[in-house]
T-cell receptor, first 111, second 112 residues
């Protein structure tokens, strides 16, 4: 039981490049979310999903796309990377209850 | 929307108690959490409290909730160097509402 996995752990992109951050879970949790963590700002919600085929925007969705074709996977796409997207990205899952489980994070630098 | 605030830094001596404080603005918050983040790692759920509770104790951790003042605290007894980390307070409305609002985190430094 791996819990929540994220790949890659580190990534450097040039401005304008695109990439997909992967998130996978093996706990059969309905809810999945993407957060970004920036110094002094806590974690901010980018997008979330309440089940396969259903996604919605969080508080900072601009520049990011998501899809959820399976319960297990919730990839985050950066269409045209900008330096403002330099951050640490966390994927999280939870059941219909209240305990949220976080992945180890992806550290992204955009130059 | 909900705001969650914490002080940025706390320094304590090993063996002392640490108290990390948090305030939140939405009195409808149903669940309040404390997470721990060690360097280079994700967030680990330490403990949580329901809004209808005043206190929760879990081994060395004690959570106190003052709903009237919208104030949450985490007390760590007998603080160890392994407790050095960033501690995040978070609030969740529950039900169909998805957003968990996080504070900015309190960096706890334990001095040997």
């Amino acid at each position: 039981n791996a819990g929540v996995t994220q790949t890659p752990k580190f990534q450097v992109l040039k401005t304008g490049q695109s990439m997909t951050l992967q998130c996978a879970q093996d706990m059969n949790h309905e809810y999945m979310s993407w957060y970004r963590q920036d110094p002094g700002m806590g974690l901010r919600l980018i997008h979330y999903s309440v089940g396969a085929g259903i996604t919605d925007q969080g508080e900072v969705p601009n520049g990011y796309n998501v899809s959820r074709s399976t319960t297990e996977d919730f990839p985050l796409r950066l269409l045209s990377a900008a330096p403002s997207q330099t951050s640490v990205y966390f994927c999280a899952t939870r059941t219909s209850g209240y305990e949220q489980y976080f992945g180890p994070g992806t550290r992204l630098t955009v130059t | 929307g909900e705001d969650v605030e914490q002080s940025l830094f706390l320094s304590v001596r090993e063996g002392d108690s640490s108290v990390i404080n948090c305030t939140y603005t939405d009195s409808s918050s149903t669940y309040l959490y404390w997470y721990k983040q060690e360097p280079g790692a994700g967030l680990q759920l330490l403990t949580y409290i329901f809004s209808n509770m005043d206190m929760k104790q879990d081994q060395r951790l004690t959570v106190l909730l003052n709903k009237k003042d919208k104030h949450l605290s985490l007390r760590i007894a007998d603080t160890q160097t392994g407790d050095s980390a960033i501690y995040f307070c978070a609030a969740f409305l529950g039900g169909g509402y998805q957003k968990v609002t996080f504070g900015t985190g309190t960096k706890l430094q334990v001095i040997p």
